[in-house]
């Protein structure tokens, strides 16, 4: 029988429990900034180079990301798979055409299954994405909207692979409705339209009009990437 021996935990490892359960408790949320360096130091009880290496550790993770010139924030509320890391690498283009091939799917399942409750948690959606006041409240609004669409598909492996990439959707989202030539004024009309008649599409149970509303949503976006020379034509 071969038996390990017990070993202490290091300062490193302690500091990094406690940036976990900081995070994964909600005392710092997905989206907020972690003290500098020297407070959070002070905070954890713990050296720089301590808090330092432990914070390499959880962006290592997945779990912070840190900007260039402006600080270290969350980026996800547990450690992340490689899987999830890979899809944060990707470009925005990319992640668009899986969500393209994805959402179409998911559109017409939604269309012929979708039941009662389903149509009043998209109508309710819908109400909130087009209420959404700014750009943090629209990118959530949107994803909300689309992951109840695929809820709506009534296929379980198809939600898991939505939710999977979630995170590198909600990022490129936001990098597209901050960019004023790839989003704004008729562009935005366009596509707030394309919305209502989806939802609108699945209430009707009209599966090639769920199919065409996504396409138009997506493809629209998709070819305002490819004329700015985002992905390949």
Same mark, same amino acid.
């Given at each position: 029988?071969?038996?390990?021996?017990?070993? &202490?935990?290091?300062?490193?490892?302690?500091?990094?429990?406690?940036?976990?359960?900081?995070?994964?408790? %909600?005392?710092?949320?997905?989206?907020?900034?972690?003290? %500098?360096?020297?407070?959070?130091?002070?905070?954890?009880?713990?050296?720089?180079?301590?808090?330092?290496?432990?914070?390499?550790?959880?962006?290592?993770?997945?779990?912070?990301?840190?900007?260039?010139?402006? %600080?270290?924030?969350?980026?996800?509320?547990?450690?992340?798979?490689?899987?999830?890391?890979?899809?944060?690498?990707?470009?925005?283009?990319?992640?668009?055409?899986?969500?393209?091939?994805?959402?179409?799917?998911?559109?017409?399942?939604?269309?012929?299954?979708?039941?009662?409750?389903?149509?009043?948690?998209?109508?309710?959606?819908?109400?909130?994405?087009?209420?959404?006041?700014?750009?943090?409240?629209?990118?959530?609004?949107?994803?909300?909207? &689309?992951?109840?669409?695929?809820?709506?598909?009534?296929?379980?492996?198809?939600?898991?692979?939505?939710?999977?990439?979630?995170?590198?959707?909600?990022?490129?989202?936001? &990098?597209?409705?901050?960019?004023?030539?790839?989003?704004?004024?008729?562009?935005?009309?366009?596509?707030?339209?394309?919305?209502?008649?989806?939802?609108?599409?699945?209430?009707? %149970?009209?599966?090639?009009?769920?199919?065409?509303?996504?396409?138009?949503?997506?493809?629209?976006?998709?070819?305002?990437?490819?004329?700015?020379?985002?992905?390949?034509?």
């Amino acid at each position: 029988m071969t038996v390990r021996p017990v070993r &202490h935990r290091s300062l490193v490892e302690e500091a990094v429990a406690e940036l976990r359960r900081l995070i994964g408790t %909600g005392e710092w949320p997905v989206g907020s900034k972690l003290p %500098g360096e020297v407070e959070l130091s002070r905070l954890l009880g713990v050296g720089r180079t301590t808090s330092r290496e432990a914070v390499r550790v959880l962006i290592a993770d997945g779990q912070l990301h840190a900007r260039h010139g402006s %600080g270290t924030y969350v980026a996800a509320a547990s450690p992340v798979s490689e899987f999830d890391r890979e899809l944060r690498r990707s470009a925005v283009f990319d992640v668009y055409e899986v969500r393209a091939a994805l959402e179409v799917e998911a559109g017409r399942l939604a269309a012929r299954r979708r039941t009662p409750e389903d149509v009043a948690a998209l109508r309710e959606a819908l109400a909130i994405r087009d209420a959404a006041a700014d750009l943090a409240a629209l990118v959530e609004a949107d994803l909300d909207l &689309h992951r109840r669409v695929v809820l709506a598909a009534r296929n379980p492996v198809l939600v898991r692979l939505f939710d999977s990439f979630v995170d590198a959707l909600r990022e490129a989202a936001a &990098h597209l409705l901050a960019d004023t030539d790839l989003h704004g004024g008729e562009e935005e009309h366009a596509i707030d339209h394309a919305h209502h008649v989806l939802v609108e599409a699945i209430v009707a %149970g009209d599966p090639d009009a769920a199919v065409e509303a996504t396409r138009s949503n997506l493809d629209r976006t998709l070819d305002k990437l490819r004329a700015e020379g985002v992905g390949p034509r």
